[in-house]
């Protein structure tokens, strides 16, 4: 099966039938193809396909698990829990603790729940490092 686009670039088609070895290829390849034995795969990519046409990542569900957790701490407010899963996203222990002491200031996050009930939902989704003597200590 070759099909071309408006650049008259190859579609490459992978296909792996279940409990067979073999891989049907029609096309050009431009890297390693991997396969485990029983797998099932169709695929079709154009040469011509960026990684900016690609749909955005839907919500990871560690994230939404946690996003579940949170919302207790922040009067229900699911924008304002995910908000500050956004923030805190890549950002170092020390930001998060300053971070969470600016909305428990501001009212947004819960002054009772901010320190162990905090620190454990960042602390077992690997959001925050740190032991939780130390969230205490940062955390007023």
């Given amino acids: 099966m070759k099909e071309s686009n408006e650049d008259n670039a190859r579609v490459i088609h992978n296909h792996f039938e279940t409990g067979s070895q073999t891989q049907v290829i029609q096309g050009h390849i431009s890297g390693a193809i991997f396969a485990m034995p029983g797998a099932t795969v169709n695929q079709y990519t154009t040469a011509s396909q960026s990684a900016t046409e690609a749909e955005p990542a839907p919500e990871q569900p560690a994230d939404a698990e946690a996003l579940q957790h949170l919302l207790p701490l ?62 205490n200590m940062q955390v007023k």
């Avoid at 950002?91 to 996050?109: C, H, P």
Wanted: aromatic share 12%.
């Fill in 74 to 135: 922040f009067y229900g407010e699911r924008k304002a829990a995910a908000d500050f899963l956004k923030a805190i996203a890549g950002a170092k222990d020390k930001q998060i603790t300053q971070l969470v002491n600016k909305l428990v200031a501001e009212n947004i996050l819960s002054q009772a729940s901010c320190h162990r009930d905090l620190w454990q939902i960042l602390s077992r989704y690997g959001l925050y490092h740190a032991t939780e003597s130390n969230w």
